[in-house]
Structures are given as C-alpha cells and as structure tokens.
C-alpha cells in the first residue's frame, strides 16, 4: 500500500482528531440504535411465543386444581362428620393433609387467611396502652410497657398480627388485671380474618424417605 505523509499545523491536527471523535460517536450511535431495535424485535417475538404457552399452562393448573379441590370435597365432608362423632365438636381447621396408605405420597388442601379487625379493636388498644402507660416506674414495668406495645404495633396494612394478640392474652392472664384482660377481649371480639385463597400442596417422598414437595407454581419448578 501506498503512504501519504499529509503535514498539519498543530490548530489542522487537533480539527482532524475532533473530526474523527465525532465520526466515531456517530458510528457507535448507529450501531446501539440497531442494537437496541434487534433487541426490542427479539423480545416481541419471544413475548408472542411464550405468553400464549404460560396462559395456556395457567390455565391447565387452574382445571386441575378446581378438579383436584372437587374429588376431595366429599372427603373433607366425611371428615367432618367423623370428626363431630370423635370429638363432639365442629372441625375448624384451615388446612387438610391426607397421606396415602403406603406413606409415600400426600396432598394438603387449605386457604390463606389474612388477619382483619373491626374498628372495635382500636378501643381494646386505647384500654391496654392506657392501662401499660401507667405502669411505667421503673425499668422492669418500662420493659413489659415496650414488649406490650410491640405486640400492639401494626402492620404495613394497618393491620394488627393475631399472632401477637396472643401472646398478648398470656401477658394479661399473667398480669391478674382485669381492665388488661377488657382490652384484650375487645381485640379478639374484633378479629375478623379474611379468606384470601385456597392453595394445594402435593408432596412425595424420595429415595431417602424425605418428603419432597411437586413443584407446582412458576417460580418453584
């Protein structure tokens, strides 16, 4: 190849590297346009190839598990009854596990609950805060005050835990106080929890005799 020798004057050089700067920028702009336009055809495609298939595969969960929660509604009815007759009282569980004869498989059926009060509850809690504040007068009584209000702290969603109304009735029962024990009865009187959804679990067990659970949802496969 042939070779030019081209002089510049310093000014002439730093124009030509200015120039070949820009030319580049504008070589780099073009090429992450493409880019980005081969990227955004690519995720189109495999949108309009994958959805049909998830909503698809959806749906079949969703057949299944309405089928699955019909076979075993008599069974859950027949337990209820055996129940009744066993213990004289109305089953009250909020989750079934059945098992299989050989041990090695079983299915539980349940729904979520989500805590939920009455406005009722924010009285029970004016009488408890009222009642612990008055307590506080040295720093074993401050230290039940801080514990009693954690357990009344709610929530996110404003939403006291029933978990913790618990714990908060053995605190009352061990306090001997009866304007303690009003307050917490007007919490419980409240509490209304609310069925969010049923759920089924399947689970087997593996050659080591550990329960395994059948992937069932997206995230779990």
Not at 35 to 43: E, F, K, N
Not at 92 to 100: A, I, L, R, Y
Not at 155 to 178: H, M, N, Y
Request: glycine fraction near 6%.
């Amino acid at each position: 190849m042939e070779t030019n020798t081209v002089q510049m004057t310093q000014a002439e050089l730093e124009q030509f590297r200015a120039f070949q700067e820009e030319q580049k920028k504008k070589a780099d702009r073009a090429k992450a346009k493409v880019m980005r336009d081969t990227y955004r055809q690519m995720v189109d495609e495999e949108i309009e190839s994958a959805v049909p298939e998830l909503v698809a595969i959806s749906g079949d969960i969703k057949s299944v598990k309405a089928k699955v929660l019909e076979n075993f509604k008599s069974i859950l009815e027949m337990k209820g009854e055996i129940f009744q007759l066993e213990k004289g009282t109305a089953m009250e569980n909020q989750s079934h596990t059945f098992t299989n004869t050989r041990g090695d498989k079983r299915i539980t059926l349940g729904v979520y609950v989500s805590d939920g009060y009455l406005d009722t509850a924010d009285e029970g809690i004016a009488i408890i805060k009222e009642y612990i504040q008055s307590l506080a007068t040295d720093d074993k009584s401050k230290s039940l005050v801080g514990m009693v209000m954690n357990l009344l702290a709610k929530d996110q969603k404003g939403t006291l835990k029933a978990s913790r109304i618990i714990r908060l009735r053995k605190i009352a029962e061990e306090s001997g106080d009866e304007r303690f024990m009003d307050g917490v009865r007007i919490i419980e009187d409240a509490y209304r929890p609310e069925v969010s959804k049923t759920f089924i679990r399947a689970e087997v067990k593996d050659e080591n005799g550990a329960w395994k659970s059948v992937p069932l949802g997206m995230t779990e496969a």
